[in-house]
């Protein structure tokens, strides 16, 4: 329940729209009106569930509460509790929405992290669970205002450690951030509220009496519901930073390529082509997605993390990549570990012609199969997969005509709703150099990647191209 005293106090403010517009409190985007109201659900709740289905931005909703809470004084001290993929998301996240607001993350080895916590001045300290977990005993030590999970579905045992982590935490407010608050029985949501409010439920309670009695604790909005608030195709790039292993894996990989198409660039009689900076910029890639020696790959990580709520919400993806062998990789890997369990199918040039129409009806119709993996080449015409509600591209084509046409085959006419796009792009790397090339020159940059350029081909200039590297032009200068 909302305490009387709580209501009266967000009614006597001046309202959230105009706090917001106030000089003092700046939005990067104007939110979509559903958003406003879900700030307006958090601010006055001590005990609160926002349950929205994923992608309709309950990150944006929580840290744009969370900064009125602290410009008003009712919060100083915020902790933020997410699984460790999205500790670096929740970090940008804040410094888009809430830039004034100091962020301490807790990472790193032991005598590190007990520092931070215990010395930490910062209003937002953010954590991932299972850190929480290693250092349950120092978060305990000092109290917090407000503490927020995301992805709370994670504590829905409440026998597990990371449940009794979270709930051995002392503070005043708590909120809980799920795509998914009911993912196999009724007692997952119980297992949430024992940290939202604990007491409020109790194992064996009837769906009816727990709706009843979550109702002013709880909001949950579905694409459906907020469709005339949502353009039909909504794309934004997810930035992932690569794993430690794979950050060293790709410098390596960079310096070496580089070194030599300097050599190549230098070498009497021969010359530094286009083809040998493709041929790195291809490697650089591959490793953007898996480090070759130990597996590791950032995206994949924040892929299952994404995947696990819109499977466990009954909705349908489609997840695409530029290599076969990637996509081996990432179904060797999804749907078999985690909470949610489910399987995956391929749709591929190396899958026969005769086996693919079976694909694409169990892709739409089993709801055991709510995940397609598909290359460019294979995906990109003639398809009509319109009931999938989610695409992500795991890795980005050189033709962004390309990756139009793969989006296109969710988002057309007679999709049930809108559309979720999402771009991966690891950040520091080659990804980011080319997305910034195909922003300023696509049409050119087309050109060049084609199939089958020549020497006589339109395209980027040598010094355009050898800016991807720091690599010198013909002039002797390094190029920009």
Request: with cysteine.
């Amino acid at each position: 329940m909302v305490k009387l005293e709580d209501r009266l106090m967000c009614v006597l403010q001046p309202p959230i729209e105009a706090l917001l517009r106030a000089e003092s409190l700046p939005l990067p985007f104007d939110p979509f009106p559903y958003q406003m109201e879900g700030v307006a659900f958090l601010c006055p709740r001590r005990h609160a569930v926002v349950a929205d289905e994923m992608g309709l931005g309950k990150t944006m909703q929580a840290i744009t509460a969370m900064r009125l809470l602290v410009h008003r004084g009712d919060v100083r001290r915020v902790l933020l509790v997410c699984p460790k993929p999205l500790v670096t998301n929740w970090r940008r996240e804040l410094l888009q929405w809430a830039p004034e607001l100091s962020v301490n993350v807790i990472e790193g080895p032991p005598a590190r992290r007990e520092y931070a916590w215990r010395h930490g001045s910062s209003a937002v300290t953010l954590v991932g669970y299972e850190t929480l977990v290693r250092d349950a005993a120092l978060a305990g030590e000092r109290p917090y205002d407000l503490v927020v999970l995301d992805e709370s579905q994670r504590i829905k045992n409440p026998g597990s450690a990371t449940s009794a982590a979270v709930r051995g935490l002392t503070r005043e407010r708590s909120w809980a951030l799920t795509g998914t608050p009911i993912e196999n029985s009724i007692d997952d949501l119980v297992g949430i509220f024992e940290f939202v409010s604990p007491g409020l439920l109790r194992p064996g309670l009837t769906p009816r009496v727990v709706g009843d009695t979550v109702r002013d604790s709880v909001i949950r909005r579905t694409k459906d519901l907020v469709l005339e608030d949502l353009p039909p195709k909504m794309v934004h790039d997810e930035p992932i930073d690569l794993s430690p292993e794979q950050w060293e894996t790709y410098q390596r990989a960079e310096d070496e390529g580089v070194i030599h198409l300097r050599e190549l660039d230098g070498a009497e009689g021969r010359e530094l082509t286009i083809h040998h900076v493709f041929e790195l910029v291809l490697r650089l890639k591959q490793v953007c997605n898996f480090d070759p020696v130990t597996g590791a790959s950032a995206k994949l990580d924040r892929l299952e993390a994404d995947l696990e709520e819109c499977v466990a919400s009954g909705r349908k993806a489609i997840v695409f990549s530029q290599w076969v062998d990637t996509i081996d990789q990432i179904a060797a890997r999804l749907g078999k570990s985690g909470p949610v369990r489910y399987e995956t199918e391929q749709y591929h040039g190396r899958i026969p012609q005769r086996r693919r129409d079976a694909v694409l009806d169990r892709f739409k119709n089993d709801p055991n199969c709510p995940v397609l993996l598909m290359s460019y080449g294979a995906g990109s015409v003639g398809l009509n997969l319109q009931f999938a509600g989610y695409v992500f591209l795991f890795d980005r084509w050189w033709n962004p005509a390309v990756e139009d046409q793969a989006i296109n085959r969710a988002h057309r006419i007679g999709a049930a709703g809108p559309v979720t796009v999402t771009r991966m792009l690891a950040t520091g790397t080659i990804e980011e150099r080319i997305d910034q090339v195909l922003r300023q020159k696509r049409e050119l940059f087309d050109e060049v990647f084609r199939d089958g350029v020549g020497a006589g081909s339109a395209g980027l200039s040598r010094d355009e191209l050898l800016g991807l590297f720091p690599l010198r032009g013909p002039s002797g200068r390094a190029a920009a």
